[in-house]
């Protein structure tokens, strides 16, 4: 999924991981856990840093987040200040020659990594994180499947508000980082909004998409309330939510009860 890209994204979240994947199967595999930090094996690509104005190698495939550079592991309280600074991230250190590099990802989609690298940069501790371009592509998924929305979410003013009745129980600020789009796997309906591959699909399937990343279908109020507090979502199509009702995020209100209509997707942690 994406922690609102997967919408800076997310994920654009949560933010999930996928299963771990076998080190014989790729070089970028987990093969040991120092201080707290998951080990990827000294092989992997994790290919060239985007520093200043560099650009994108079109021939790219894959993108990293590298979010720290030290000799040897980093220490186990920077892991933990991560862990909780950014949480749903996938951190992981690469080592090779004494160099320990902190990393998140890898992501096959350089939006969702740009998105991801935006929200990062806003966590002190890694404001000067970059993202590393590899010309080799992913043997596996993504580990994550939901990149950030955002770290913070904009205030919702009383003179924005709908009704109580319609906003979730919290404050007037809601968490971005409880929310996430699933993201779109082979053999999905798709379609483009603002330069990002995005999923539409029936309610039973949208049920069954937050609950494969253990996270619930948003409500109405949820959606009413996100919408309002970021300009990340894509809003081209309306939104299943609890009740199995399609509601128009900009408008709030119920546009569709068709259940085999394929529209946007926002789920919700538990």
């Known amino acids: ?38 080990i990827i094996g000294e092989q992997c690509d994790i290919g060239e840093g985007l520093w200043g104005n560099q650009t994108l190698d079109p021939n ?40 320990g590099r902190c990393l998140i990802g890898p992501y096959d989609n350089p939006d969702v990594a740009r998105l991801v690298l935006q929200r990062v940069r806003q966590f002190g501790p890694t404001q000067k994180a970059v993202m590393r371009q590899t010309r080799q592509p992913l043997s596996e998924p993504a580990v994550i499947r939901l990149p950030p929305l955002a770290t913070q979410a904009k205030s919702v003013t009383s003179s924005s508000m709908m009704a109580k009745s319609t906003m979730p129980a919290s404050a007037s600020t809601i968490n971005l980082n409880h929310f996430g789009l699933p993201e779109p796997e082979a053999g999905d309906q798709q379609y483009v909004e603002k330069d990002i591959n995005w999923l539409r699909i029936d309610y039973a399937g949208a049920m069954a998409r937050c609950q494969k990343e253990g996270m619930m279908l948003a409500s109405q109020a949820d959606l009413t309330a996100v919408s309002k507090a970021t300009d990340q979502l894509p809003m081209r199509l309306p939104y299943w939510v609890q009740g199995a009702m399609g509601v128009d995020a900009r408008t709030g209100k119920v546009v569709t009860r068709n259940a085999d209509a394929a529209l946007n997707v926002l789920c919700k942690k538990r």
């Not at 949560?14 to 994947?21: F, K, M, N």
């Not at 093969?31 to 930090?37: A, K, Y």
């Not at 550079?69 to 992981?92: C, I, K, M, N, Y």
Request: charged share 15%; proline share 8%; net charge positive.
């Open 60 to 99: 790219s495939h894959a993108f990293w987040i590298q979010c720290g550079a030290t000799e040897g592991v980093p220490s186990r309280a920077f892991f933990q200040s991560l862990r909780q600074g950014l949480p749903d991230l996938p951190f992981q250190v690469h080592l090779r020659d004494g160099r």
């Open 1 to 38: 999924m994406r922690w609102l890209r997967r919408l800076a994204v997310s994920a654009v979240a949560t933010w999930a991981i996928s299963a771990p994947v076998n080190a014989a199967q790729t070089p970028c595999a987990v093969i040991d856990h120092q201080q707290g930090w998951p």
